[in-house]
């Protein structure tokens, strides 16, 4: 099924985009084109400029500069066009918390001047899972139950657009993981996907992937092209004392960076620097015990620190 009648390759097109909120900047000359068809990830920390482009692109605020264009159509001059085409499912679950599954899904419905028979199949895979609880309130509904009915919602006017404002934000990973294979269905119907997400390890699941901090892209390419760039040493450390160990590595000049992963500290080391066994040596030197360091492949989580470390 083809969504959209637009033949242009391009379905988000964004150049020059800023926005500020008095004296922060929260989007600087922001500048990507989005395919049709494409999962396109915009990755980055709470506070890096995610939503506000958002909202930029679904035409709920202005840009002070730039321009950017859904379909063709200009989000400043054709708004109400735009608002026919994309599907937007923000951040904090936004339904009526008091109607129910079934009433949230026909009001929305109505509101595009359709039904749920209408476009049923669209929907069908994600509100089959919902449908036994379509008498149930909204706001009883699980975390998982709650994002799928938002994702119905979104959908159920047949967007060629949708955007994702951090969909699985406090879901837990059994139902994130189920989400993004709905996405992955939604795609092959010709459906092109804009989602912001916090945590790296979605990236990989997108066609492309934009990293975001401070409200500038750090680096916009395929998850794999991005890993593969990555140009240093990597190596996981661990030591008896694992806050003094960050302490040491910070101080120590032939380390290039160093930060705390999980259970172990991620250090980058330039070609030619150092080697595993000189490091240990300045590291027993200043009394570590039970030393442990290893090559490792670098993560999309990396490459953003790498990337934000020497950008931004």
């Known amino acids: 099924m083809n969504i959209s009648d637009n033949s ?3 379905a988000i097109h964004c150049e020059s985009v800023s926005k500020n909120y008095k004296k922060i900047e929260a989007l600087k000359n922001i500048n990507f084109d989005v ?10 920390p709470d506070g890096a400029g995610k939503t506000t482009l958002f909202r930029i692109l679904t035409t709920l605020i202005l840009p002070d500069n730039g321009t950017a264009t859904i379909d063709g159509f200009d989000v400043v001059a054709s708004y109400k066009e735009i608002r026919k085409r994309v599907g937007y499912m923000p951040g904090r679950f936004s339904l009526y918390q008091d109607l129910t599954v079934e009433e949230n899904l026909e009001f929305f419905a109505t509101v595009f001047n359709t039904t749920i028979e209408e476009n049923y199949e669209l929907i ?6 919902i449908e036994p609880f379509k008498n149930r309130r909204a706001g009883k509904l699980s975390g998982g139950m709650k994002q799928k009915l938002a994702l119905s919602c979104a959908l159920i006017h047949k967007p060629s657009v949708l955007f994702l404002d951090e969909p699985t934000t406090g879901v837990d990973p059994v139902s994130r993981k189920e989400f ?3 996405l992955q269905k939604l795609r092959e119907q010709g459906i092109t996907i804009l989602v912001s997400t916090p945590y790296m390890d979605e990236a990989s699941l997108c066609d492309r992937i934009a990293l975001i901090q401070n409200g500038q892209f750090l680096r916009i390419d395929t998850p794999e092209n991005i890993v593969g760039q990555f140009a240093d040493i990597l190596w996981a450390a661990k030591s008896d004392n694992m806050h003094k160990l960050l302490e040491d590595l910070r101080n120590d000049e032939q380390v290039k960076s160093s930060f705390a992963f ?5 250090v980058t080391v330039e070609n030619g620097q150092l080697t595993v066994d000189s490091l240990k040596k300045y590291l027993i030197e200043r009394g570590h015990k039970n030393i442990e360091i290893q090559p490792i492949e670098p993560t999309i989580e990396d490459c953003f620190m790498e990337l934000s470390n020497t950008q931004i």
């Open 8 to 10: 242009s390759p391009i």
């Open 124 to 129: 069908k895979d994600i509100y089959i899972q």
């Open 35 to 44: 395919k049709r068809g494409e999962i396109f990830g915009i990755i980055g």
């Open 262 to 266: 999980g259970d172990s500290i991620h």
């Open 180 to 182: 993004w294979g709905m």
